[in-house]
């Protein structure tokens, strides 16, 4: 089968670095995605990562290890409206299908 | 660039009506997806067309859902005898070909109640 595991809640404070951790399961998979979503909205696509190691787009970095089956996303700087959940997720190889994790709702406090 | 949008934006329905969901993806954009999400959980994979032709379906979809895209542009997702169990979020997100699949677009979505 095909699961995602991420902490289901992260509180950190404002300025601080969090790491939110994703471990999957997968036969065969083409890459590891992140996506942000605020209450009530939409997914909003953060990063991919198809090969092994660090990616960094501004303040958000994301990880990848394949012989670990884990990935991560890095957030620095963290401001208030970084509060939200984020979700990694995987497309099999051979398919279409993208499997999501439960999220990770995060908070940001002052 | 309007981005993906979805109509209507909220349902409410009785147990047993019919009801149909439409997404109109980025224009350039040949890949279409809907997922459906609860409260909690993550965007679960309900079908994939590229332009007109449905290329995947989860089998956790049961008959009653089917979804359409029949110019390779808009898609439409009905569900028939709807249940209380399908109240939902009914995402739909578009990407284009050549790029990354996993850069999925998506739109607001449509907030389903079935009572």
């Known amino acids: 089968g095909q699961s995602l595991e991420q902490p289901s809640e992260v509180t950190a404070v404002e300025g601080a670095i969090v790491q939110i951790n994703c471990t999957y399961q997968?036969?065969?998979?083409?890459?590891l995605s992140w996506y942000q979503q605020h209450d009530g909205g939409a997914p909003t696509f953060l990063s991919y990562?198809?090969?092994?190691g660090l990616e960094e787009t501004g303040r958000f970095s994301s990880f990848l290890s394949r012989s670990d089956s884990y990935g991560y996303l890095l957030l620095q700087e963290l401001q208030m409206k970084d509060s939200a959940s984020y979700f990694c997720?995987?497309?099999?190889?051979?398919?279409?299908?993208?499997?999501f994790g439960a999220g990770t709702r995060l908070f940001v406090k002052a | 660039d309007t981005g993906v949008s979805q109509n209507p934006r909220h349902k409410i329905t009785k147990r047993g009506q019919n009801v149909t969901f439409r997404c109109d993806p980025i224009?350039?954009?040949?890949?279409l997806y809907w997922y459906r999400q609860t409260l909690g959980q993550g965007p679960e994979f309900l079908t994939y067309?590229?332009?007109?032709?449905?290329?995947?379906k989860s089998r956790l979809l049961s008959d009653r859902f089917s979804a359409e895209r029949p110019k390779g542009s808009f898609s439409t997702l009905e569900i028939q005898r709807t249940e209380q169990g399908d109240s939902a979020m009914y995402l739909c997100?578009?990407?284009?070909?050549?790029?990354?699949?996993?850069?999925?677009?998506f739109g607001p979505g449509t907030r389903l109640l079935v009572l």
């Open positions: 067309f590229q332009n007109e032709a449905q290329l995947e």
């Open positions: 990562n198809a090969l092994d």
């Open positions: 224009s350039e954009h040949n890949r």
């Open positions: 997720a995987v497309r099999n190889t051979g398919g279409f299908k993208t499997i």
């Open positions: 997968t036969s065969g998979f083409y890459g």
């Open positions: 997100a578009s990407s284009p070909l050549g790029g990354a699949q996993e850069t999925q677009y």
